[in-house]
């Protein structure tokens, strides 16, 4: 069978702690729009991780990235009952099985000091593009998630300083967020106008925004916004969460644009053929050439995975052949000389053994919910 060889893939928008979501119990109600969806379903799983449910849940979603010849994370994560040591934890997971990581926490201000989330009221809020407890100050969530951020930073850790919002963030949040990565030479990666629910994010975050920014989704941002930073495009999730098209091409040249997931795995090559169809869904003169280039532009956020060889059951690697071939795996990795997968299997870490463990720990976290 021919093969082919290349760099690794990023995938530059990703949720690992949903790694455990598949199976989880139904939400209490049907969700009927993004942000209901977020609060009976993600928001609700998040509050109920622990530093082992968000190690196995990272060990996991690490592994089939791997096994997807993913061999970088750009992850946004958020555990607002175990803050303290979460990226040290996801990072130390990812690097048991080989997988480089960029990280953060995303602060929020949708918990008020008492740890509870009032949806109800956060809704209220939204036509003034506010949030649940005004733009007066910060919660003690948000001050410890940005000490989170802080903390692991400084110490080395690689990664950006994350927002969950800018409805459920206070002005006060935002600008300290900002701050910071600026102070740390790095940029804030935040969700950005991925519903209805943001509207007037933009206005909030351009002052605050730098190139080195990277904004998840971008789904209702204006075309003439100008919002600095790169933008990361996830069109499964988009899909799924009825949200809309981003119609992405439209920021371009001005703005780069990457490729995620948002959570829904890290197989970059099927997440390159939605992009393609959704594009040219919207526009049928299209070829897959500008998802093409929105996939291999994650290189530019990690460059590391330009040494990173990937060899694949199928040739030729080329947009044209890959945007009609699912099914195409990596059989080999190798990074820095080492190799982490061969014949399809992890050379690092016991894949069973992280898939069993990854079980028991969705079950504990299914009993939470």
């Known amino acids: 069978m021919p093969e082919a060889v290349t760099p690794g893939l990023v995938c530059a928008h990703h949720h690992l702690y949903s790694a455990l979501a598949r199976g989880m119990p139904a939400p209490p109600a049907t969700p009927t729009d993004l942000l209901s969806i977020l609060g009976q379903i993600w928001w609700r799983l998040d509050a109920a991780l622990d530093l082992d449910i968000i190690e196995w849940s990272a060990k996991l979603g690490a592994l089939e990235a791997l ?21 040290d934890v996801i990072a130390a997971a990812c690097a048991e099985v080989g997988v480089r990581t960029s990280l953060c926490y995303g602060v929020t201000d949708r918990w008020n000091d008492h740890g509870t989330l009032d949806l109800d009221g956060l809704r209220r809020s939204m036509p003034r593009s506010t949030v649940l407890v005004g733009t007066a100050g910060m919660t003690d969530g948000a001050r410890r998630g940005l000490a989170e951020n802080e903390r692991f930073l400084r110490a080395g850790g690689r990664g950006y300083v994350g927002v969950h919002a800018a409805f459920t963030c206070t002005d006060a949040t935002l600008e300290a967020a900002a701050g910071l990565a600026a102070e740390l030479g790095t940029g804030v990666h935040v969700h950005l106008h991925e519903g209805p629910d943001d509207a007037g994010a933009a206005d909030r975050l351009t002052p605050l925004s730098t190139d080195r920014w990277l904004l998840a989704h971008c789904v209702h941002l204006p075309d003439d916004h100008p919002i600095r930073g790169t933008i990361s495009h996830q069109p499964r999730s988009n899909l799924n969460n009825a949200v809309g098209y981003a119609r992405p091409a439209r920021f371009e040249p001005s703005h780069r644009v990457v490729l995620g997931t948002d ?3 890290a197989d970059m090559l099927e997440e390159f053929r939605i992009a393609y169809v959704a594009q040219r869904n919207d526009d049928v003169t299209t070829g897959p050439e500008p998802a093409w280039r929105w996939l291999t532009d994650g290189a530019r956020l990690i460059p590391e995975v330009a040494n990173d060889r990937v060899t694949w059951n199928y040739a030729p690697m080329e947009p044209w052949h890959l945007a009609f071939t699912p099914g195409v795996r990596a059989r080999r990795v190798e990074r820095d000389g080492q190799v982490l997968l061969e014949d399809g299997r992890p050379a690092l870490v016991d894949a069973e053994e992280i898939r069993a463990r990854a079980v028991e720990a969705a079950g504990r976290l299914f ?3």
């Open 67 to 87: 096994e997807c010849g993913t061999t970088a994370i750009i992850d946004h994560h958020e555990s607002p009952n175990a803050i303290e040591g979460s990226l």
């Open 263 to 265: 959570g829904i795995g």
């Open 367 to 369: 009993a939470r919910l």
